[in-house]
Nanobody
Framework: QVQLVESGGGLVQPGGSLRLSCAVSGILFTNTVMGWYRQAPGNQRELVAGVTWGGTPTYADSVKGRFTISRDNAKNTVTLQMNSLKPEDTAIYYC????????WGRGTQVTVSS
């Protein structure tokens, strides 16, 4: 059974930082492309950042220079370091794994507010 479990969300003030983690089990992690997505109320789910099995990252324009995605193929984890957070970053953040299929975690809430 494939499982993706996100952690690290919470409430943070504007300008603050959070680190999200996603632990993956049940699939061959090194064959996957990993991604972080987010969905704010009333909005569609959007890609925040992705990373290939070899570690090549991609970012949405809105988070470039502020967020960093990384993966540890030995620990089957992917992390998203989020710095200089803004209120518009508030959303539920989801982890996704893609090999021949797509697998999603249940999400973790990130709220940026003073």
């Amino acid at each position: 059974q494939v499982q993706l479990v996100e952690s690290g969300g919470g409430l943070v003030q504007p300008g603050g930082s959070l680190r999200l983690s996603c632990a993956v089990s049940g699939i061959l992690f090194t064959n996957t492309v990993m991604g972080w997505y987010r969905q704010a109320p009333g909005n569609q789910r959007e890609l925040v950042a992705g990373v290939t099995w070899g570690g090549t990252p991609t970012y949405a324009d809105s988070v470039k220079g502020r967020f960093t995605i990384s993966r540890d193929n030995a620990k089957n984890t992917v992390t998203l370091q989020m710095n200089s957070l803004k209120p518009e970053d508030t959303a539920i953040y989801y982890c996704k794994a893609t090999d021949l299929r797509e697998y999603w975690g249940r999400g973790t809430q990130v709220t940026v507010s003073s």
